[in-house]
């Protein structure tokens, strides 16, 4: 048998296997094992108020959704840290200011997810451009109190609408107090106090002791400042992450 007759006979039983398994499996069944190992799983991001945008600020609230794959769990890194998030297919996240690049530059930020396919764990990544822009919040604890800084309006297109405290429970920001906020230095950044008793019961911590100690490494507690556009329409949400190197 000649190699172009021994591919022909080749050909023709692996064809005849296709249609045998199709017909005692289903073609449903059959189609979904064969195309789950070349499908491929991609993260998609979107602003939470800013539809079609590319390009977003540090600290801003976003949504990644993982889109190709039909599993419940999904663990999380962001630039690659050590830190993992276990969530599922959607998840909000804020890109901290980068203290180590320069202000008002594009930077791009890595994300992976790893997953389960089917019988093997497969992985998805991306990259996403943001303008390192320090627009979060300066937060300090002085006189038994956190005092909490940031500005009045970003580049004049957002005006400060609110100022609260939030945890970041499940893969989500949730809002846990509205803080009140009086104006300084002639309107161009805003003065937020919350007493350290009033922290210790908003994220559950045991005494005011308790909150100097624990606040500065809880990677959870968190700063929500929202904008509304100078126009009319849906806030802009920018995020500090208390629990920072920076802040200890």
Do not use: C
């Amino acid at each position: 048998m000649n190699l172009r007759n021994g591919l022909i006979t080749l050909a023709g039983v692996i064809v005849a296997g296709v249609i045998i398994a199709g017909q005692t499996l289903g073609w449903g069944t059959l189609l979904n094992s064969v195309t789950r190992y070349f499908a491929s799983s991609i993260i998609e991001v979107a602003s939470t108020v800013r539809p079609g945008t590319n390009q977003f600020f540090a600290g801003e609230k976003i949504w990644l959704t993982l889109k190709g794959t039909e599993t419940g769990r999904v663990y999380w890194i962001f630039d690659e840290s050590e830190k993992v998030i276990a969530g599922g297919v959607q998840i909000q996240h804020a890109f901290q200011f980068d203290e180590q690049k320069p202000a008002w530059t594009d930077q791009y930020r890595r994300v992976d997810a790893f997953f389960k396919n089917g019988d093997r764990y497969s992985t998805a990544s991306t990259r996403i451009r943001t303008s390192n822009l320090k627009l979060q919040a300066a937060v300090d604890i002085k006189d038994e109190k956190l005092e909490i800084l940031t500005n009045s309006d970003i580049q004049g297109k957002w005006k400060l609408a609110e100022i609260s405290l939030a945890k970041y429970v499940d893969g989500k920001f949730e809002e846990k107090t509205v803080l009140p906020a009086t104006l300084q230095s002639a309107g161009t950044v805003v003065q937020a106090i919350v007493s350290l008793a009033n922290i210790a019961s908003i994220f559950g911590y045991k005494s005011e002791d308790d909150v100097k100690t624990r606040l500065s490494k809880d990677s959870n507690a968190w700063i929500s400042t929202e904008y509304e556009p100078v126009g009319g329409g849906e806030r802009l949400t920018i995020l500090k992450q208390i629990g920072r190197e920076e802040n200890r």
